[in-house]
């Protein structure tokens, strides 16, 4: 996923995700939104459905 921070005009900065826009009113909140983002999309994902076995 590519991930863009631009400013738009005064006061207003937008991150983009491929397709989808999102708007802030600072580049903090935008900075912000982003790590938060990268940092859930970093972290392990378990996949759905699948148990996992106990021994006994």
């Known amino acids: ?3 863009l921070i631009k400013e738009l005009a005064t006061s207003r900065w937008q991150v983009r995700l491929d397709q ?3 708007t802030f009113r600072s580049e ?3 900075l912000a939104f982003t790590k938060t983002l990268e940092a859930r ?3 392990p994902h378990q ?3 699948r148990q996992q076995r106990t021994a006994g």
Request: proline share 7%; aromatic share 0%.
């Open 28 to 30: 903090a909140e935008a």
């Open 47 to 49: 996949i759905p459905g």
């Open 1 to 3: 996923m590519k991930i």
């Open 20 to 22: 989808h826009a999102v």
């Open 41 to 43: 999309l970093l972290a």
